[in-house]
């Protein structure tokens, strides 16, 4: 059973920056891609971004995010980051770590592994 440990998330002024990470455990090599989501109060969970873990320049974004964030992974750390640069109100959200056994899905419903979440809240 994998589980994920995010951490990293907090409170920021429009224009900052953040970075989370999201610690993996158990039966990782299960796992084909590993993504970050987002969930508004009162919206639907957001793909934010996505990679293929066994190839770095497989990797999507979300349209809102194109260009500000970035996905990275450390394989040897099992660990994976969200780097926010440039981040807006509209970013505020909890954000989740997922993994899937597919390859590079967008939707939530193909994500077979949650972490617990971690609040990202960018006042402006």
């Known amino acids: 059973q994998v589980q994920l440990v995010e951490s990293g998330g907090g409170l920021v002024q429009a224009g900052g920056s953040l970075r989370l990470s999201c610690a993996a455990s158990?039966?990782?090599?299960?796992?084909?891609?590993m993504a970050w989501f987002r969930q508004a109060p009162g919206k639907e969970r957001e793909f934010v971004a996505s990679?293929?873990?066994?190839?770095?320049?497989?990797?999507y974004y979300g349209d809102s995010v194109k260009g500000r964030f970035t996905i990275s992974e450390d394989n040897a750390k099992y660990t994976v980051y969200l780097q926010m640069n440039s981040l807006k109100a509209e970013d505020t959200a909890v954000y989740y770590c997922?993994?899937?056994?597919?390859?590079?899905?967008?939707?939530?419903?193909?994500?077979?592994?949650w972490g617990q979440g971690t609040q990202v809240t960018v006042s402006s």
């Open positions: 158990g039966g990782t090599s299960s796992i084909y891609t």
């Open positions: 990679r293929y873990r066994w190839n770095s320049e497989v990797v």
């Open positions: 997922a993994a899937s056994r597919f390859r590079m899905k967008k939707g939530a419903s193909d994500y077979h592994y």
